[in-house]
Nanobody
Framework: QVQLVESGGGLVQGGDSLRLSCAAS????????MGWFRQAPGKEREFVAA????????NYADSVKGRFTISRDNAKNTVYLQMNSLKPEDTAVYYC?????????????????WGQGTQVTVSS
């Protein structure tokens, strides 16, 4: 099992930026793809971004493409989500997750371990 701890969430205004971090421990972090998901009140959890084991391949939801960037630093066992030009509709709890293989998968069923989440609130 991989333990994941998210940080970096908070309350910001529309147009602001945040960088979320996900620190991993346990099984070797560099062996797996990693992803970010989010869930707003009353809505289903949705895919945000994913990165492959090597960091070369990435996938993004259309709603965040061009604004968010996922990256990883395997030496630090950490994955990041840089969020720019934030909008009120980005408000959600953001979860970091470990994939079952090396790919940048967009399916939540492909993820095994999940963090506890970090709240991002974007005001108008």
């Amino acid at each position: 099992q991989v333990q994941l701890v998210e940080s970096g969430g908070g309350l910001v205004q529309g147009g602001d930026s945040l960088r979320l971090s996900c620190a991993a421990s346990g099984r070797t972090f560099s062996n797996y793809g990693m992803g970010w998901f989010r869930q707003a009140p009353g809505k289903e959890r949705e895919f945000v971004a994913a990165v492959s084991r090597s960091g070369v391949s990435t996938n993004y939801a259309d709603s965040v493409k061009g604004r968010f960037t996922i990256s990883r630093d395997n030496a630090k066992n950490t994955v990041y989500l840089q969020m720019n030009s934030l909008k009120p509709e980005d408000t959600a709890v953001y979860y970091c997750a470990r994939a079952k293989d090396l790919q940048a998968t967009i399916q939540d069923a492909d993820y095994i371990d999940w963090g506890q989440g970090t709240q991002v609130t974007v005001s108008s």
